[in-house]
């Protein structure tokens, strides 16, 4: 068995992969699996993974599919991977030589189902640091965790006694599958190091803010119908109805005002709104929204009225923003 599989799902990325590729073949854990899958590719991209795939035949697993998106080409790999943990990594990130030899010897150490690292958001003109800390249990999972899946090892075990997989067709992936992990993990372990630099395109699903921002909604939704189905969204209520807000009205709500089509935007902005209401009618008296703290102070002044001002404030920001980087 390998100590770890690492999943790289490609689709056109060309410019990134070798990098990416490389980062991991150069690892010092040698007891390494790293599995591409070529989800579609019409550039390079499968010339330079099968080059690596014909010099590392020992290291290397090549798929290759139809496109179906990140998602589909994670799941589909998943059968394939022999590792004791697995591991997923983005085709235009890369990582440091002792990441995954480090992660795994903390894994075998602390008995853990989980552990996760941190990491160097990378854009073109500087770099900031994400640095983690340890969860106290599982609520504090749900309320404080950084969701992305290529920071962590996942016990293989886990992933296949819970049948988890990753939501197809929709955008934020990782936070569904993250959280529907979370009543399941016993023990996580954190690599205090920032092993991953998550490199920002501007052209990057993840950047791109169109109608489809909306389908965090979906997600969300998922998770709590998920909780509902397993018996244990009581036990977790207060924490996931603070999630459902926080997400819509903080994160959620900057990626939609940079949607660049009024009415499209408009739109989206309002199905954000009438859905936290619909879904938590009395969300104002979340126990968590009495916490001290700017985030808290917001959320709980947001009504339709103050929404609008916010959205119209928001844009101006976004918009002044793009004018510096433009000019810069």
């Not at 969701?147 to 992933?159: D, F, P, S, Y």
Request: aromatic share 12%; charged share 35%.
């Amino acid at each position: 068995m390998k100590k770890v599989s690492v999943i790289v799902p490609f689709y056109n990325v060309e410019e990134y992969i070798e990098k990416c590729i490389k980062s991991l073949v150069e690892q010092s854990l040698e007891d390494i699996e790293i599995i591409l899958i070529n989800d579609g590719s019409k550039d390079g991209s499968e010339e330079i993974a099968k080059k690596y795939k014909s010099k590392y035949p020992n290291k290397i697993v090549y798929l290759k599919k139809e496109n179906g998106g990140l998602s589909d080409a994670r799941n589909y790999a998943l059968p394939y991977a022999k590792g004791e943990y697995i591991a997923f990594l983005d085709s235009d990130d890369y990582v440091e030589e002792e990441m995954y030899k480090e992660m795994y010897e903390t894994a075998i150490m602390d008995r853990a189902d989980m552990v996760e690292c941190d990491y160097l958001w990378e854009y073109p003109e500087e770099t900031i640091a994400s640095k983690g800390r340890a969860y106290k249990d599982r609520r504090d999972m749900i309320l404080n965790a950084r969701v992305v899946a290529w920071n962590k090892l996942i016990k293989r075990e886990l992933l296949e006694r819970t049948k988890i997989k990753f939501p197809v067709g929709l955008r934020y992936e990782d936070v569904e599958f993250f959280y529907k992990l979370i009543p399941y993990i016993n023990t996580i372990s954190i690599v205090k190091k920032p092993f991953i630099h998550y490199v920002q395109r501007e052209n990057s699903i993840s950047n791109t803010q169109t109608s489809k921002t909306a389908q965090i909604i979906d997600v969300l939704d998922n998770v709590i119908e998920f909780y509902k189905e397993k018996n244990i969204f009581d036990n977790y209520k207060n924490e996931l109805e603070y999630n459902y807000a926080r997400y819509l009205l903080c994160s959620s709500m900057l990626r939609m005002i940079m949607i660049e089509e009024k009415e499209e935007r408009d739109k989206t902005v309002k199905l954000a709104w009438n859905k936290l209401n619909e879904r938590f009618p009395k969300w104002k008296e979340n126990p968590y929204l009495k916490e001290k703290g700017l985030k808290n102070k917001y959320m709980k002044s947001v009504n339709e009225k103050t929404l609008k001002i916010y959205e119209k404030l928001g844009r101006i920001r976004f918009i002044r923003k793009k004018i510096q980087e433009k000019f810069a």
